[in-house]
């Protein structure tokens, strides 16, 4: 009975949040089972009941948060347009917005370089990008804008997100803080790439 308290207590949940800053902060390999058990205040035999081993935990813990980055990525083709901006630009602002509100999560999805631990990260980066290319591509065919059919559009704007939130992540903003360096470096890359084709 007192197993089942701890378990019940002790949620997958809680386990997933407080090994992720663990993963951030002291690295993949420099924590175990027993210290995430240790740092929630458990022994890390409580833990087992809820992940067979740490690489499952890290796997379930990339997933999520790769999923939650999609859903929100999803949302913008049910949103209202903005003011302002075209739907690409909205996607491009909803992945910054991700990245600076959730550092620990978009530094262990996109910014570990653990070779341990990349092959987890690899497969779910790879349908991240096909999602923001197929959403992105919806937009400017809606748009009947020139870039629907430049094949190097998606990874340019891509990686110019990344170099954005990478920059900004350090100092640990959030998009509140520079949602108009956000909106301005959007609008600067949905520009320069469509003056490539131009």
Same mark, same amino acid.
């Given at each position: ?20 800053? &663990? ?26 009941? /809820? ?30 347009? +903005? ?35 990349? +092959? ?24 009947? /804008? #020139? &870039?629907? +059919?430049? #094949?190097?559009? #998606? ?24 949602? #108009? ?7 600067? &890359? ?9």
């Amino acid at each position: 009975m007192a197993r089942r308290a701890v378990e019940k207590e002790l949620s997958r949940e809680r386990i997933m949040d407080a090994a992720r800053h &663990l993963f951030i902060t002291k690295g993949y390999r420099g924590i175990s089972m027993r210290s995430i058990g240790q740092h929630l205040g458990y022994s890390h035999g409580s833990l087992y009941y /809820h992940f067979k081993e740490k690489a499952e935990l890290f796997y379930a813990i990339v997933v999520q948060d790769f999923d939650h980055l999609s859903q929100l990525c999803q949302q913008v083709t049910k949103d209202a347009p +903005s003011e302002g901006l075209t739907k690409v630009e909205q996607l491009m602002l909803e992945f910054i917005k991700f990245g600076l509100d959730h550092p620990y999560q978009y530094e262990i999805m996109f910014m570990l370089r653990d070779e341990e631990i990349l +092959s987890y990260c690899r497969n779910e980066q790879a349908k991240c990008f096909d999602m923001f290319d197929f959403i992105a591509r919806q937009f400017l065919k809606q748009e009947c /804008h #020139p &870039l629907e +059919s430049n #094949p190097s559009f #998606p990874l340019s704007m891509f990686l110019g997100m990344h170099g954005f939130i990478s920059f900004y992540i350090q100092d640990r903003l959030t998009f509140e803080d520079i949602m #108009p360096a956000a909106i301005a470096h959007v609008k600067m &890359l949905s520009q320069r790439n469509y003056s490539l084709t131009s």
